[in-house]
């Protein structure tokens, strides 16, 4: 659930944080300094116990817990994007006359809500699409053209997990034979195609060329990278490839090295944008759970109000499609298994929490205690746990 900044902001009740000691500075929060005895009212008035959803240090958080799953399972096997599409009959259905989709960011966000909750369903669990899921992580971020789209992180297990002989079998990046799959061949050439008319207008051109690297090479068959995600098989018509033609476009004919991969069982459930990657190297997978979870667009200026909720709430933009999203109480991130977050710090410089109504009270031993300094007594008083790292203490 959102943290409900404005009354949080007005309520008597504020939870303080602050360490224990010193001052903690972290990317998005300065918290005043403190001593031994009192905390200071400016932290109270400063600082929140509940991280906003969606903010940086929330993101930060979700990321952090997907490295754990990369500690304890490896390199994720597949990234996977999903757009929506609001030309999907379910949203087209629903509208009144002379409506467009985008008059019913409500619609949007109930049909994409669904389809997201199909997409796990059918991709997660002993028999998901591609294997054995062990584990997943997913985000949901918003255009600024209010369309919502999904990225998600799939682990599988080590008997399904792809080798290089299975690429091609679950990621394809050419136009379809149009003669022996009409269907896929004018979906892929609907929902796949990247970069044919990309230029300094375009909301990829970065520095002189699309920051995709579109078009892509022509490559006879799919290889492992070193630094990147594979790179797939992408045929030209002297390769035996095959030519498509987009409505309105005839005059410009469209070759597979526009195509952005993707799975062919997905696309043609889901009849929308669906980006499928499979994470072949470290590097590659770094760059996957970043991008996952580098969280909503931002623009740094500068407010005349001192307090941090004041500055979040004036600087955060959120379209109309997040807004139903966040009324209606869907989930924008979603992870499993679960992940317990262990606490780190230097000693004596540990979070503490009080009400402002008790600041004055100082600190006593239950409210410094921590997952760490618990750590640290019971390896005083018994030898097994000190065999053990601290992530592995159940």
């Given at each position: 659930m959102p943290v409900r900044l404005n009354a949080t902001t007005k309520s008597g009740n504020l939870l303080a944080k602050d360490t224990f000691q010193f001052s903690k500075v972290e990317h998005d929060c300065v918290t005043p300094e403190v001593g031994h005895e009192s905390v200071s009212l400016e932290a109270v008035n400063e600082s929140v116990m509940h991280h906003p959803l969606g903010g940086p240090r929330?993101?930060?958080?979700?990321?952090?817990?997907?490295?754990?799953?990369?500690?304890?399972?490896?390199?994720?096997?597949?990234?996977?994007?999903?757009?929506?599409?609001?030309?999907?009959?379910?949203?087209?259905?629903?509208?009144?006359?002379?409506?467009?989709?985008?008059?019913?960011?409500?619609?949007?966000?109930?049909?994409?809500?669904?389809k997201k909750k199909l997409f796990i369903k059918y991709v997660t669990g002993p028999n998901g699409l591609f294997g054995n899921s062990i584990a997943f992580v997913f985000t949901v971020e918003y255009q600024k053209r209010c369309l919502p789209h999904l990225h998600c992180l799939l682990w599988l297990d080590e008997a399904t997990k792809p080798g290089p002989n299975d690429f091609d079998r679950f990621v394809q990046a050419e136009i379809p034979d149009p003669q022996v799959a009409p269907e896929l061949h004018e979906l892929v050439l609907k929902h796949t195609i990247h970069g044919l008319f990309c230029n300094h207008t375009s909301p990829c051109w970065k520095k002189g060329a699309c920051s995709k690297k579109f078009p892509k090479p022509f490559i006879?068959?799919?290889?492992?990278?070193?630094?990147?995600?594979?790179?797939?098989?992408?045929?030209?018509?002297?390769?035996?490839?095959?030519?498509?033609?987009?409505?309105?476009?005839?005059?410009?004919?469209?070759?597979?090295?526009?195509?952005?991969?993707?799975?062919?069982?997905?696309?043609?459930?889901?009849?929308?944008?669906?980006?499928?990657?499979?994470?072949?190297?470290?590097?590659?997978?770094?760059?996957?759970?970043?991008?996952?979870?580098?969280?909503?667009?931002?623009?740094?200026?500068?407010?005349?109000?001192?307090?941090?909720?004041?500055?979040?709430?004036?600087?955060?933009?959120?379209?109309?499609?997040?807004?139903?999203?966040l009324i209606l109480g869907f989930l924008t991130h979603e992870r499993h298994p679960a992940v317990f977050r262990l606490q780190e710090h230097l000693p004596e410089q540990q979070r503490v929490f009080i009400r402002p109504d008790a600041a004055e009270q100082g600190t006593n031993d239950a409210m410094t205690r921590t997952t760490l300094t618990e750590f640290m007594a019971l390896c005083s008083q018994e030898p097994f746990p000190r065999t053990l790292y601290y992530a592995d203490v159940p």
């Open positions: 929330y993101m930060m958080e979700r990321c952090q817990d997907s490295m754990m799953y990369a500690r304890k399972y490896g390199n994720a096997s597949f990234f996977i994007t999903m757009t929506c599409n609001p030309n999907w009959s379910k949203i087209r259905q629903s509208l009144f006359h002379n409506q467009q989709p985008c008059d019913r960011p409500d619609l949007i966000a109930r049909v994409f809500d669904l006879a068959s799919t290889r492992c990278a070193h630094n990147s995600n594979a790179l797939y098989r992408r045929r030209s018509p002297d390769m035996g490839g095959f030519l498509g033609h987009q409505e309105g476009r005839q005059h410009r004919p469209i070759t597979s090295d526009c195509v952005v991969p993707y799975n062919a069982q997905l696309l043609k459930l889901f009849k929308c944008h669906i980006n499928v990657e499979i994470c072949s190297s470290i590097k590659s997978f770094k760059y996957d759970i970043k991008y996952t979870m580098k969280g909503n667009d931002q623009a740094s200026f500068k407010v005349n109000r001192d307090d941090k909720i004041s500055q979040y709430l004036t600087g955060r933009y959120i379209g109309p499609s997040e807004a139903v999203d």
